[in-house]
């Protein structure tokens, strides 16, 4: 009889141990708890976000690749060390070779209306027949005027 007790509370007692939704550690205290502490709750909530992340990029792979890739060849020029209002060239020919891709951008605006500014968040640029007119304007790429 006693045997049959024990028998049933180590049942019980099983069924309560459970292990932290993150790092799968046994979890200790009270019922109902699902991670060990709020870093496994945070690292497991990062972990949810950053796998849903990759499923978006998943679906639009050309255009996530081609801005990434236009921003890191416009950070090779320094824009943002450039002065205020401060604008350099580059031949149009040296961007086509590193692989920039003026087709994508994250902002354009129509200047005087005459020039058309195009961004890739901070880094703007204006075309013209063999050149791009380089620029660093954080608030051109959220104006979306034209
Ligand atoms: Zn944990």
Known sequence: MLYRINSIQMETKIKQVT???YCEKQLHGRKGKLFC?????NNFNSRI??????????????????I???HRILSKYYL???QKDKE???????LWELGFDHRYCTGATL????????????????????WLTLRFDPEMNTKYSY
Do not use: H, Y
């Open 19 to 21: 292990n932290c939704g």
């Open 37 to 41: 502490d709020v870093n496994c709750k």
């Open 49 to 66: 976000r950053a796998r849903s992340r990759e499923q978006e990029n998943e679906l639009f792979p050309i255009p996530i690749k081609k």
């Open 68 to 70: 990434k890739n236009n």
């Open 80 to 82: 943002a060390r450039l």
């Open 88 to 94: 350099i060239t580059v031949k149009k020919e040296e």
């Open 111 to 130: 200047e005087s209306n005459r020039n058309l500014w195009k961004c890739c968040f901070d880094f703007c640029w204006k075309e013209e027949m063999n």
